[in-house]
């Protein structure tokens, strides 16, 4: 498996800059998205509308959903919520009126069409992914309805890309705390060219900035900041009002990456497959293709 360091650099940054390019301003979805289990909950409703669509599944309701993630009171007072911000709608059965589907807003497939647009194309960039997908994902929408149709691995297997990876198992738990880590590679991808070569990178993240973007508070991201340096992720100085992140943090990203480019690039080969194909199964420690 190739380092983080043997990496394009310039395509990391990009991808960085891309994925929080996403969330910038969106105050309403980043206070709504802000943990990880709730993206997931919400990914899945999409997944369900669109199994249900090819008739290889059921529609989602709030209490399957409760039934295989838990959180009964957080799942019912975050889908009332998105009902409220109209990007989730209720649906009654035709047959029994006590049956209520949620059903996804046009807003909402667009959303997690345009994430996993940036996923794909990173992914083939960085040598993940089999390329083309990206594109077909973008330009036709029977492939997009089939991509989703075909995702529900990516969320029954999200946990396992971060078993063993300390460092984004913490993230997945704090407010915004994926787009936090992001902010830092961001950062130091950016000051990466002007550092010379095995020299540690010294950058200044812009906490108020981030802040901003995001949606948090500066505090926030200033105790998620110390916390990473606790748990020796990076290394501050604070005459310089800088910070250098440590080894560790970029191993284990690499590993998260790779684990979970493999993820989206299963589905994006199982939106190809005819009906009776076996599932395919993506690696858990994939590494770029050759």
Known sequence: MESWDGLPQ??????????LTMFVGERIVNKLLSRSVLCHALGRVVIMHFEAKRGIGSRPTLSRLQRSIGLERTLAAFFAMLRVAGLVAVEGDVVDRRVKYLVPSRHVIEGLRGWLVVQ????ERL?????GYAARLQDDDAYAE????????????????IEGIPLWTWLSTVECGDRIGFSLLRADGAARPSSLPGERT???LGSPRVASDLGVSKSHVRNVINEAEARGYLRQDARNQTMS???SFFEETHRWFARTFALFDTSAARADAPFTAAPLVASA???PRP
């Not at 040598?127 to 390329?131: C, E, L, N, R, T």
């Open 10 to 19: 310039d395509v990391l940054l990009e991808y960085c800059e891309s994925n």
């Open 202 to 204: 010294w950058f200044s």
């Open 120 to 123: 794909l194309t990173y992914g």
């Open 146 to 161: 089939r991509f989703y149709s075909c995702a529900r691995h990516v969320l029954e297997n999200v946990e396992r890309t």
């Open 285 to 287: 420690v994939a590494g």
């Open 127 to 131: 040598g993940f992914i089999a390329p």
């Open 245 to 247: 992140l440590e080894a």
